[in-house]
């Protein structure tokens, strides 16, 4: 009997070994398990920062080409390669855009970056519009159309003609709701107006990060002009305006 007591216990102490060690490394694997996927978006964050300065180093690359093909007068031509890591690259209204959904925080949302002929934008889906007689602003979700009349010498302008209309728009079912009302303001007076002036639309195109309709009014009878600015930012359902 003595002789098989150190047995047992030797054989409870490498079961407990043996056990102990398992445990040790579930432990560790799910730690490790944890962490990378707590780091994969970080990881691919990262992926998505390098692959923006990647794009837009090889645009600025390809602008600075077709300008000196431009410098080389008629005839010239070379074949210039553009390769794309990820997102969508399209030929559109004359200019390359190449567009990249990300998580990353590349730019802040509505930011834009303007490099001459390369235009960076975060969160862009604004279009602006000019027709004969109204200016067009649209985003995702909203439409709002304003008074256009930019001879300075023959415009009138009233304090409820600017903004003609808003149309709020659902994307999931492509409903759309035209509001009712109107915008009006006083300049303080208290009393309705109409004063000599003009409009301008300061941005154009689509695929915009904001666009603003300007309207210049002498509500004065001089020189100085007051600016009514009408600001559309990219994935709102309304509009800024400023009074300055």
Not at 102 to 120: P, V
Not at 143 to 161: G, H, I, P, V
Request: a negative charge; glycine letters at 6%; charged letters at 20%.
């Amino acid at each position: 009997m003595p002789s098989k007591t150190p047995l047992k216990i030797f054989e409870g102490r490498s079961g407990q070994i043996w056990v102990s060690a398992i445990l040790y490394i579930l432990i560790i694997t799910v730690v490790m398990v944890i962490v990378l996927n707590a780091g994969v978006p970080i990881l691919k964050n990262l992926q998505d920062k390098t692959v923006f300065t990647r794009q837009k180093n090889a645009f600025l690359s390809l602008n600075q080409q077709i300008k000196d093909i431009s410098e080389e007068g008629v005839g010239s031509q070379r074949v210039i390669p553009i390769e794309i890591e990820k997102g969508n690259l399209e030929l559109k209204e004359g200019s390359l855009k190449w567009d990249m959904l990300t998580d990353a925080k590349i730019l802040e949302s509505g930011h834009q970056i303007d490099l001459g002929n390369l235009y960076i934008t975060s969160n862009a889906d604004v279009s602006a519009t000019e027709y004969a007689n109204n200016y067009t602003l649209e985003n995702t979700f909203l439409r709002a159309e304003f008074l256009k009349c930019e001879d300075r010498y023959t415009c009138t302008l009233n304090q409820s003609a600017m903004l003609i209309g808003l149309t709020f728009k659902d994307p999931t079912d492509g409903s759309e709701y035209r509001a009712t009302g109107s915008f009006t303001f006083d300049f303080g007076a208290g009393t309705t107006w109409s004063y000599s002036g003009f409009s301008r639309l300061e941005d154009y195109g689509t695929s915009l990060g904001a666009a603003k309709v300007v309207y210049y009014v002498n509500n004065t009878n001089s020189s100085l002009y007051a600016v009514v600015e009408f600001r559309m930012d990219s994935y709102r359902d309304f509009v800024n305006v400023r009074i300055r």
